[in-house]
Every structure is written in C-alpha cells, then in structure tokens.
T-cell receptor, first 117, second 114 residues
Framework: ETGVTQSPTHLIKTRGQQVTLRCSSQ?????VSWYQQALGQGPQFIFQ???????GRGNFPPRFSGLQFPNYSSELNVNALELDDSALYLC????????????????FGPGTRLTVL | AQSVTQLDSQVPVFEEAPVELRCNYS??????LFWYVQYPNQGLQLLLK??????LVKGINGFEAEFNKSQTSFHLRKPSVHISDTAEYFC????????????FGTGTQLKVEL
C-alpha cells in the first residue's frame, strides 16, 4: 500500500501568479482534504472532496479551488497569489463511510512548500 | 465553532524523563479528539485518537492520552521519552456530523535533550 504523495516538494512563485499543487491519495481512499500550514502554526482546513464533489470548505477565498479525480489524485489551485499564501500545503486522504463521518483517520502527505515573492 | 488550545509552544525535557503535552478544546457539540506528530520536513502522522469508550487511549510509540470531558482536555503523555521523540505535536478535533474536517491547535514543539 503506497502512502500519500504530493508534488512538487517546493515551489517559488511571484505575487499575482497562479499555482497548481498535486496530491495522490492512498489507493481506495474516497476523500481528500487540503490544509494550509503557515510557519509556526497548526494546519488550517481549506476544503475537502468526497467522491469527487466538494464536501465542506474552510475560511478561504474562492481563488482557492480544487478537483478530485477518479484515479485517487487531486489538485489544489490558487489564483492571484498573495504573499500571505506562502505556506506548507498538506493533503490528507481517508476512506470515509459517509460525507458527514467525523471519525476516519486521515493520512497526510509530506506537503508542498510554496513561497510567494 | 470548535477551537483547540495547546498551552505550551515549547516543552524541553531530558531523555528518559516523563512528559505531558497539554491540550484543551472548546465546542458546543460532541467532539472527537486526535493527536498528530510532525517530524521536520514531513507530513503529519496520527499518534492516537479518542472516539468513545475508555477515556484512556493508547497510541503508537508509547504515547497515551486521557480524555477529560469536565476539564475539556485531552493531554498527551509518555512515561519515558527518547531523542527520536523530538518533533512538533498537534492536537486536533472534529465534531459529530461535521465531516472529517480537522481543527488543529497551534502545536507544541517537544525537544528531548541528553
């Protein structure tokens, strides 16, 4: 069983640009969540996809968007990058019984470190 | 809304000494509680979780945590730490019916010294 992988490992962008981060979930996992972890902070929930549909969103603007694909991969897209978007972006996958389930273990990837200049 | 407070940003401890990392939560509904560990330049790994039943939960690497509903706490303990336990530890919650959307605390840096 392979773990959760993310690409790229590091990324440097300039303000105003757009970025796409990728995640490959564990095989069979139907749910993927994305988190933003600023330096010295705990991860903040961005959004979650369950069976390829958005299943909840945190306090992030619409320029943060995502997709989940049938092959257990997913994307996080951020438009019009701002300096404050510099952070570690983590994806986590889980096998969820139902969209409202709150008890399933999430398996995290190593993250993508995004720097916005 | 739910929130998690980790009272200590850093905890230094000598090797083989016991350690307790504190976590308190606030919620108007029932919660489920998690502890994750993050080693440098890595993602988060689940140490343990409390869903229901016995309030003392045992996890990996010799860690355990106790759920205290009256104190709204979920402190993490280890009787004897090792150098390899040096890492960032995060307490997190989800709430009943809210989906697997973790709300994290700000983390506690555990530094084990010789």
């Amino acid at each position: 069983e392979t773990g959760v992988t993310q690409s790229p490992t590091h990324l440097i962008k300039t303000r105003g640009q757009q970025v796409t981060l990728r995640c490959s979930s564990q095989s069979g996992h139907n749910t993927v969540s994305w988190y933003q972890q600023a330096l010295g902070q705990g991860p903040q929930f961005i959004f979650q996809y369950y069976r390829e549909e958005e299943n909840g969103r945190g306090n992030f603007p619409p320029r943060f968007s995502g997709l989940q694909f049938p092959n257990y991969s997913s994307e996080l897209n951020v438009n019009a990058l701002e300096l404050d978007d510099s952070a570690l972006y983590l994806c986590a996958s889980s096998l969820t019984i139902a969209a409202a389930s709150s008890t399933d273990t999430q398996y995290f990837g190593p993250g993508t470190r995004l720097t916005v200049l | 809304a739910q929130s998690v407070t980790q009272l200590d940003s850093q905890v230094p401890v000598f090797e083989e000494a016991p350690v307790e990392l504190r976590c308190n939560y606030s919620s108007s509904v029932s919660v489920y509680l998690f502890w994750y560990v993050q080693y440098p330049n890595q993602g988060l790994q689940l140490l343990l979780k409390y869903l229901s039943g016995s309030t003392l939960v045992k996890g990996i690497n010799g860690f355990e945590a106790e759920f205290n509903k009256s104190q709204t706490s979920f402190h993490l303990r280890k009787p004897s730490v090792h150098i390899s336990d040096t890492a960032e530890y995060f307490c997190a919650v989800t709430f009943t019916g809210g989906g697997n959307k973790l709300t994290f605390g700000t983390g506690t840096q555990l530094k084990v010294e010789l």
